[in-house]
């Protein structure tokens, strides 16, 4: 996915520097950022991931989604709209994310929790996810508790 | 929200999010451009905006070549006099491999249309709005460059499901 990843990358770079080159003349430039959308090229990417059973990964995206699904394309052309319309007037270079909250939840999303905490109750297709905390490991939670201690510690030590 | 009497340019307009922001668009008022490289389904996006009552044509279009853009901004031009709204949403999504063994020929054509395909849209759709000291693009970008935490885990282990 090298090439598609950083030319999306790079159409959020065309996206700032267009939108102020041509800010000062009523012009507006934004872009959007989907995550899994029920489209041609998700199938595609489905197939190519898991020829044998695409569907297992669109399971898997979904659960991985703290909606528990895919965007429509409808859903992603509401977000395009209010982009161009005059409700968005002063809104230029910068992006919106139709993602479900993939993003938002911070790499560990509510599908992949109850996995990592239940891994008997994994979907089809998740089992033995690498996306997930390996399960040899402890959760993120407990090493970054650790390192709040030890750092108000030392906090301590200096006052 | 009203676009009525605007004119919207989608290119990619003959797939998934493509067509739905051209009936989107033309639910609302606006006139249609479709641009596609597909001719059947840009003609079916064009065909069903009309259907439902709209206005909108096709232009068949590579993005990632300038003559075919300048052609479908000159024909949006043509048909409808302004581009009020541009999306600017063309794009593919090459194979699923690893870095390491990427294909070049893939990597290029990917380049092509996402990244140089985009910026010929901006090259000469921009100039028209400026023109008329008013309009809106939207590019598609997608949600992998704003969780590039993640990004890793599609190369790494292309087997598995997670997409993003």
Not at chain 1, 136 to 157: C, E, G
Not at chain 2, 4 to 18: D, M, Y
Not at chain 2, 127 to 138: D, F, I, N, S, W
Request: with cysteine; charged share 20%.
């Amino acid at each position: 996915m090298a090439p598609y990843v950083a030319s999306k990358h790079g159409v959020l770079g065309l996206t700032k520097v267009a939108s102020a080159d041509v800010a000062r003349f009523g012009v507006r430039v934004n872009a959007v950022c989907p995550g899994p959308v029920e489209t041609r090229m998700m199938r595609s990417l489905e197939s190519q991931r898991n020829p044998a059973d695409p569907r297992a990964v669109h399971d898997a995206n979904s659960a991985n989604t703290p909606t528990g699904r895919y965007a429509t394309p409808e859903e992603v052309a509401n977000a395009v709209m209010y982009l161009c319309s005059d409700l968005a007037s002063d809104i230029t270079g910068t992006h919106l994310v139709i993602d479900g909250g993939r993003s938002g939840s911070g790499g560990a999303p509510s599908g992949t929790r109850r996995f990592i905490e239940h891994p008997e109750r994994s979907i089809r297709g998740l089992a033995g996810h690498h996306s997930m905390m390996p399960p040899d490991q402890p959760p993120f939670s407990q090493p970054r508790a650790a390192r709040r201690v030890k750092a108000s510690a030392t906090v301590s030590l200096g006052e | 929200m009203e676009f009525t009497g605007k004119v919207a340019l989608i290119t990619g307009g003959g797939g998934g999010i493509g067509r739905a922001s051209a009936l989107g668009f033309a639910q609302r008022g606006a006139k249609v451009i479709v641009v596609d490289l597909d001719h059947t389904e840009g003609e079916t996006s064009a065909e069903l905006v009309r259907q439902r009552g709209g206005d909108a044509r096709f232009v068949p279009a590579d993005v990632s070549k300038s003559g075919d853009v300048q052609n479908y901004v000159k024909a949006t031009l043509e048909v409808y006099g302004a581009i009020d709204c541009f999306f600017n949403n063309a794009g593919i999504e090459g194979k699923v491999a690893p870095t390491q063994e990427y294909d070049e020929a893939v990597f290029d054509a990917v380049i092509s249309v996402n990244l140089k395909g985009v910026f010929l849209g901006l090259r000469y759709v921009l100039p028209v709005m400026l023109k008329r000291g008013r309009g809106a693009v939207v590019n598609t970008a997608s949600v992998q460059d704003c969780s590039a935490v993640r990004v890793w885990h599609l190369t790494s282990l292309p087997s598995t499901a997670c997409w993003d």
